[in-house]
């Protein structure tokens, strides 16, 4: 089981940025897979970006280019730097991590863009 907290939230106008951070309770390298998911309200969660043990990183087509995942091994965190922000990356920002068997949440930070 690991615990994760999110934080880095906040409200930012269009073009702004936003770095989002996950700590999480045990060594990111112990972790098989960690991933910053999205939902806003009414609709379904869905995967922003991935970081595996490995390093190698995967996104979602909306957000190529705008949006890095990234990882401090020594700070056992996980980062999420949102460049070029646009309206439609509002909602709530979750962390999850897949550790053995085991799948993690973390309670969310919000994300408000205006135009």
């Known amino acids: 089981q690991v615990q994760l907290v999110e934080s880095g939230g906040g409200s930012v106008q269009a073009g702004g940025s936003l770095r989002l951070s996950c700590a999480a309770s045990r060594s990111i390298i112990s972790i098989n897979v960690m991933g910053w998911y999205r939902q806003a309200p009414g609709k379904q969660r869905e995967l922003v970006a991935r970081?595996?043990?490995?390093?190698?990183?995967i996104y979602v087509d909306s957000v190529r280019g705008r949006f890095t995942i990234s990882r401090d091994i020594a700070k056992n965190t996980v980062y999420l730097q949102m460049n070029s922000l646009k309206p439609e990356d509002t909602g709530a920002y979750y962390c999850n991590a897949l550790y053995l068997d085991q799948v993690s949440w973390g309670t969310g930070t919000q994300v408000i863009v205006s135009s």
């Open positions: 970081i595996f043990s490995s390093g190698v990183t």
